[in-house]
Every structure is written in structure tokens, then in C-alpha cells.
């Protein structure tokens, strides 16, 4: 937009007009009328709930102004921890082992698959998950898990690797486990393709030059790819953390946050505050406090990327 | 032809799309009232998608052929239709002429202020072969035990008639054994019957609802309970922690594996085919499921009984009954409530019931000549006489209900003990209360 400012600021041959003082261009009018629709559509959609999450997180039921006390309640409820301590064990789990298996198959693809045809059907492969709406992956993941008819404990008895049931979504660790997989089979394929993409930016003759002097595959990845993936690994991590903290749908298909508290994540939480216990405030408050932490860590990733800045 | 100018166009396109876009808009105002305010040519009825208001669907149409007013159901799923109802109530919206009420959310909605009332505002009156209870659990504030400390000023009225009479019940196979009369025989029946595939119980223990559910008629039969009379959490009374007990260690040694994440429909299941001898069931679980020749196995094998006895001597179950209530927003309020007496009409209930749908008149339930279909009827009709249990008349019930299922259901999954659940459970509820203005 400045560099579009700049060119339209270039005078016509009379006298330069003060910044802040001068009429806008047409142009420049054009411009602000093309943004208009989408700005006005951000202003309804994002920032008059915004604003109305707000005023609740600071009011009482009947409207009243309370201050911070809704923050305070928020702050100081029990489970707000213990759903804070399983989205963070969840994500432990989600994070590396999507990043690590996402740039696997990035790397065995690009190094070992050159035929298009083949590279293009691994593309469609690897977008069919992300398209899948979530109720439904957790609906099939439920008939894999479930206990008494779920197919993974069937094949597990049928090979003879296990003679009873396991309890995939009734023990906590298992739980964990089972809802961290759904996650994982939706979610590394965008890993992959990020990576993937990323790969295709390396200059070849550097590749090249690396394997002329010996350079083993870890070398070359270590020394060369890397350093091209870096910034999309930061991308990722942002991408995936802010994810990690909006999962529901599939954990609440597959456990309802259960056993106990076990999975019930940071949204899970803030839903059932919001619709099960309707405190409204608290749940405001909830949400004002999420949206502040992750635009700090939004903050901190986008200073970390090392992006070219006009 | 006269040239206009940009301006003028611009203003004239803008009109007209306006005109346009608004008319729809207009129609449809229109279209909601034929003429004379009392005879509206639709209805918009706030449903809840399931086996609980399929019959309705069935019976409407004829109400719409007799009336010429247009029945629209507008489903959601159980959560969704709390949700969208707390949230149309709070607008004041006028979206449904009527809508389906769990009986557990009547608190909420008489607390809230959202319904019209059906005694003083459209001259519904108690009918004795509908059982008391059920007129008792449409009113509010509620006719007998706690009421809340905000609604104690309040006058009483009639808010919710209840379309389907659900009471949880128990069932077991006749096959095999005569029925149990306390939770010792259920017990025994239990370690008798459990083998391999074969499980002597059924948890339905998933998390919250479906836990709190099903637990809490064994919890009442011990002599346990929620609250006091004034609102004390009993959750961790020696009797409470006596049936989370009973429940969720000893009974659960012969029941299926995964009962923590067990729901009606799995419970059902396993009933149908065969592979489970006893549980609490619901009449809707029975007509969909147990007793459908098309999925069950073992119909006519099941024989529906109420709550066995527990430790306090008695047997309670427990209310489920879905009401239909006039939201306040509604400006059809009149043609609403002649629809709700339609539906109490002896002759349209016995249809309803034809259709599968679950009655409340007694002269009904007791018909010798409706038994072979609906083998429950004899059942719910002696629950009813025996004066099931409600949830306590609350709006913090859906609160309560998530502390205490969650609790439970990590009680079921062996995470914590029974007395540790229920001393989280009484301690959130607690601080829960005492936030709501109770004395707790």
C-alpha cells in the first residue's frame, strides 16, 4: 500500500500537497472502495464480538460492570488447569510427531518420487484429510476405538497380538493417545505439503554441488534444505499451535472430554463454561485471555520468521 | 429516451435491490398470519432430533389437514437445541411458536422468564387420568421440594405439557431369571449371568448427561441425593458414596468393558444383540431399538420393570419426560396452545402412541390391548404411580450435571475412587452454588 501511495502522491506539475492535508486520488479511492467490503465484513464478524466479548468478560449477567472479576473466577478455577495441562500434553504429543513425520515424508517424496503423475496422486492423497469436516473423522475414528465393536481391537485379536479388549478411549493414557492420532492422520499431510513445497524451492545446483563433494543425505539436509525449511517450520508451529487450541469436534465425538477430565482440552473447557454452565463472563473472560496469548505468540513467531520486511 | 446521470443510477439500482430483497422479507410477515391473529398458517415447533420427536412429525400433518395450519419442525440435536432455545429466550425471539423441552432445562426456562403460561393465559387444566407428577414437572416454580432462593416470590403456573412420558426404568432378560426387586438382586443376577461376551450389567457411563443419568436413580434408591432440602450438596453423604460404590466398583466387575464411554445407544446394543442381561433403560431405547424385530435379537426375551429397590427401601426412577412450552416470543401463542390440546386429546394420543410415540395417559398405558406392542406401557404406568424422582429444579442443573457426570464417569474409568469423585464432585458444586446465590 505505500509503494501504491508513493506513485499516486507524484505530483501533476503544481504545488506538493501537505501529507494528511491533500484529497484522496481517484485511484486511491478506488482502492479504499474495493477494501471496503471485506474491512466492513472483518468489522462484523471479528471485531463487534470482539468487542462484545469484552464488555461481557468486565459485566455481570444483568449488564452490571464488575472489573476484572470475571477474570479473576477464570483465573482461578481448578479446571481451568487441568484443561490447560491436557491441551499442553496434547500438544506435545500432536506437534513434534506431525512436524517429524509430515517432513519424512516430505523429504522421501521429493528425493525418491520424480515421476509427476505419481507426485500429483500423492498431492490428492495428502489433501483428502484435510478436507475432511472433523465430526466426521471423528465419527470414523470412534468405529475404529470404540469398545465392543471397534475395528482396531478386532484386527489386534484376530493377528492374536492382543486376547482381550484394549480400552483405547476408557484408560487416560490411552485416551490421550487415541484422540492425539486422529490428530496426527489430519494433520501431518498439511505438514507434508508446507515441506514439500518448501523443498522445491531449493536451488538445485546447490544440491548438486553438495553431492559432488560427498555430501551424505543428512549433510545436504542438515546444511542446505534446512535452512530453506526453517521459516516454514515456525510457520507451521504457529499454524498447528493455534489449531491445537481450537480442537473439539473430535474429541468430543470420542471421549466427551473423558475419563474424568482426562482430554478435555482448552476448548472442550470453554464450551462447557459457556454452554453447560452458561457463565457467560467467565467464559468471555476465558476467551479474551486465549485471544491476548496467542497474539503475543503470533507476536513473538512472526518476529522469529526471518521474512523479507519492504 | 432520457439520459440519466451516474448519480441517479446508482441511487434508482440501490432502491430497487432494496425493494427486492425486502420483499421476501415482507411476504413471509405476511404469510405468518392469515387474516384473523388467532389462526396464524404456520407453526414453527423448536424440536429435538431423535426417537423423541418422530412421532410428532408423524402426527402433525393431520393437525395440519384438520386445521390448515402448516406444522414446521425445526430439529436439533439434544446440546443444540438447549443451546439455540437458551439463546432465542435471552433475545426474546420470535423464531418458534413452539418448542421441545428436556424437563431437566424447565428451571433455566421458568427462571429466565422465557415461556407464556399455559393455565392462566389459555385455560389448561388438570386432567386425573394424566398422573399429577407430570403436570407437576411443567410448572414452576416447582409444586414440591427446593426451590431455588430467586424463585420463591414467584407465583406458580403451568409452563410445559409433557409430550413424551419418559420415565427411566429397568430391564433385564426374562428369559433367564424373575425379576429383581432390590439392587442386591440385580447384583446377584449380575455375578449369576456374566461370561464371557456376555455381560451381567450395562453402565451407560459416558461422560456427564449419560452418566448423571444413569446413576442417579441407583444414587436416590441408596438414599443418596444431590441436595438437601435446602440446597446442601449431598454428593458426599456416606449414602452417595455408598451407591457411587456400588455402582462404579462392585456392580461394574460384571459389566461390559468401556462402560465409561457407554451411551444409550451402545447400551441398547447390546441388549439387541444378545450380549448383556440388565441395565436402566429408557422407553425410547426400548421401541427403537430392543424391541425392533428389524435389529433385535431378543425381542420379547426383555421383560421392563420400574427402579429396583435400594437401601432406602424404595425404588425411584427418574423423569425424562420432553414437554412442549409456548417460548414468550411467540406471537401465536393461542394457535400454539390449541395445538398442545390436540395433542392431549385421548383419540390423538392413541395415534401418537401408533406411532410410536410414548404417552402419558393413564387409561392409555393401562390398555391390556396396547401391552403386546408396547410391552413398557404396564411399567412406565406404575413408575408414574410411584412418583419417579425430577432433577433437582434448578438452573444450574446442566452446571451440576457436568461436575457431577465428569466426576462419575472418572469414577466408572477407575481414574479416581468413588469418594474422591464425589468429593470433587460436592466441592465444585459447592462453590458453584454458593456463586449462584444459593445457601450452600
Same mark, same amino acid.
Given at each position: ?118 507426485? #500429483? ?8 484429510? /484435510?478436507? +475432511? %469436516?472433523?465430526? =466426521?473423522? @471423528?465419527? $470414523? *475414528? ?16 484376530? #493377528? ?8 483405547? /478411549?476408557? +484408560? %487416560?493414557?490411552? =485416551?490421550? @493417545?487415541? $484422540? *492425539? ?130 | ?440
Amino acid at each position: 500500500m505505500s509503494r501504491l501511495v508513493a506513485e499516486i502522491r507524484a505530483p501533476t506539475g503544481t504545488e506538493p500537497v501537505r501529507a494528511g492535508r491533500r484529497r484522496l486520488g481517484r485511484q486511491e479511492r478506488l482502492a479504499y472502495m474495493i477494501l471496503l467490503p471485506a474491512l466492513g465484513t472483518v468489522f462484523v464478524i471479528v471485531t463487534i464480538p470482539f468487542v462484545i466479548a469484552v464488555f461481557q468478560s468486565i459485566s455481570s449477567d444483568d449488564g452490571t460492570l464488575i472489573g476484572l472479576r470475571n477474570y479473576a473466577r477464570a483465573l482461578s478455577n481448578p479446571l481451568l488447569y487441568e484443561a490447560l495441562r491436557a491441551t499442553g500434553i496434547y500438544a506435545l504429543i500432536v506437534l513434534p510427531a506431525e512436524i517429524l513425520l509430515g517432513l519424512a515424508f516430505a523429504l522421501l517424496v521429493h528425493r525418491t518420487v520424480r515421476r509427476p503423475g505419481l507426485r #500429483a496422486t500423492l498431492y490428492v492423497l495428502a489433501v483428502l484429510p /484435510l478436507v +475432511v %469436516p472433523p465430526v =466426521a473423522v @471423528g465419527v $470414523v *475414528a470412534r468405529l475404529i476405538y470404540a469398545p465392543g465393536y471397534g475395528v482396531l481391537n478386532y484386527l489386534l485379536q484376530s #493377528a492374536g497380538i492382543t486376547h482381550s479388549e484394549i480400552q483405547w /478411549l476408557g +484408560v %487416560p493414557i490411552l =485416551a490421550m @493417545g487415541s $484422540v *492425539a492420532t486422529v490428530d496426527i492422520w489430519q494433520w501431518t499431510p498439511f505438514v507434508y505439503l508446507v515441506l514439500f513445497a518448501g523443498l522445491q524451492t531449493v536451488p538445485r545446483e546447490s544440491v548438486e554441488a553438495a553431492q559432488v563433494d560427498g555430501a551424505t543425505w543428512w549433510t545436504q539436509f542438515i546444511y542446505i534444505e534446512l535452512h530453506y525449511l526453517w521459516p516454514l517450520f515456525l510457520l507451521i508451529l504457529f499454524f498447528r499451535t493455534a489449531d491445537v487450541l481450537r480442537v473439539f469436534d473430535h474429541v468430543f465425538i470420542l471421549t466427551g472430554g473423558g475419563p474424568g477430565t482426562t482430554t478435555q482440552l482448552l476448548s472442550l473447557y470453554m464450551y462447557r463454561i459457556e454452554f453447560k454452565y452458561f457463565d457467560a463472563g467467565q467464559a468471555a473472560a476465558l476467551a479474551v485471555v486465549v485471544l491476548v496469548s496467542i497474539s503475543v505468540l503470533y507476536a513473538l513467531v512472526t518476529r522469529a520468521l526471518p521474512l523479507e520486511r519492504t | 429516451m432520457q439520459r440519466i446521470t451516474r448519480r441517479e443510477f446508482v441511487k434508482r439500482t440501490a432502491v430497487t435491490s432494496a425493494a427486492f430483497t425486502s420483499l421476501p422479507a415482507i411476504l413471509a410477515a405476511c404469510g405468518t398470519s392469515t387474516g384473523t391473529s388467532n389462526k396464524p398458517s404456520k407453526l414453527v415447533i423448536a424440536a429435538v432430533k431423535g426417537n423423541e420427536d418422530a412421532p410428532l412429525k408423524k402426527v402433525a400433518p393431520k393437525y395440519q389437514s384438520e386445521t390448515g395450519i402448516t406444522m414446521e419442525i425445526v430439529e436439533f440435536p439434544y446440546d443444540q437445541l438447549f443451546e439455540k432455545l437458551v439463546t432465542t429466550f435471552q433475545a426474546n425471539g420470535s423464531s418458534y411458536d413452539l418448542c421441545m423441552m428436556d424437563d431437566p432445562w424447565m428451571p433455566k426456562f421458568g427462571t429466565m422468564g422465557a415461556l407464556q403460561a399455559l393455565d392462566s393465559q389459555f385455560g389448561f387444566q388438570r386432567d386425573s387420568d394424566i398422573p399429577a407428577v407430570v403436570y407437576d414437572v411443567g410448572t414452576w416454580p416447582p409444586p414440591h421440594g427446593p426451590v431455588p432462593p430467586s424463585e420463591q416470590s414467584k407465583s406458580q403456573h403451568l409452563y410445559g405439557i409433557t409430550i413424551v412420558g419418559n420415565v427411566e426404568m429397568f430391564m433385564y432378560r426374562k428369559d433367564k431369571s424373575d425379576a429383581p426387586k432390590t439392587w442386591d438382586d440385580v447384583l446377584s443376577n449380575a455375578k449369576k449371568y456374566n461370561a464371557a461376551n456376555f455381560y451381567g450389567y450395562v453402565i451407560r457411563g459416558k461422560a456427564t448427561n449419560p452418566v448423571s443419568s444413569d446413576s442417579l436413580p441407583i444414587l436416590w434408591s441408596f438414599g443418596g441425593n444431590v441436595f438437601d432440602d435446602n440446597w446442601k450438596v449431598q454428593l458426599d453423604s456416606a449414602a452417595s458414596i455408598d451407591a457411587v460404590t456400588f455402582l462404579t466398583r462392585t456392580l461394574k466387575t460384571y459389566a461390559e468393558p468401556g462402560a465409561e464411554n457407554t451411551d444409550a445407544a451402545d447400551r441398547s446394543r447390546l441388549m439387541a444383540i444378545g450380549q448383556a442381561y440388565q441395565s436402566t433403560v429408557w422407553p425410547g431405547e426400548i421401541t427403537d431399538i430392543v424391541e425392533d424385530p428389524s435389529v433385535s435379537q431378543v425381542k420379547g426375551k426383555v421383560a421392563y420393570i420400574p427402579i429396583p429397590q435400594g437401601k432406602s427401601g424404595k425404588g425411584l426412577g427418574m423423569m425424562g419426560n420432553w414437554l412442549l412450552g409456548i417460548p414468550k416470543g411467540s406471537k401465536n401463542g393461542s394457535a400454539a396452545a390449541d395445538f398442545i390440546k390436540w395433542m392431549l386429546k385421548p383419540d390423538n394420543m392413541r395415534n401418537y402412541v401408533s406411532n410410536g410415540g410414548i404417552p402419558i395417559r393413564k387409561s392409555i398405558l393401562n390398555d391390556s390391548s396396547l401391552t403386546a406392542a408396547n410391552p413398557y406401557f404396564p411399567a412406565l404406568a406404575q413408575s408414574f404411580d410411584a412418583v419417579p424422582n425430577w432433577r433437582p429444579r434448578t438452573d444450574q442443573w446442566n452446571a451440576v450435571e457436568t461436575s457431577y457426570g465428569t466426576a462419575m464417569n472418572a469414577a466408572v474409568a477407575g481414574q479416581t475412587s468413588p469418594q474422591a469423585a464425589m468429593q470433587k464432585a460436592a466441592g465444585e458444586i459447592r462453590t458453584l452454588m454458593k456463586n449462584a446465590g444459593y445457601p450452600s
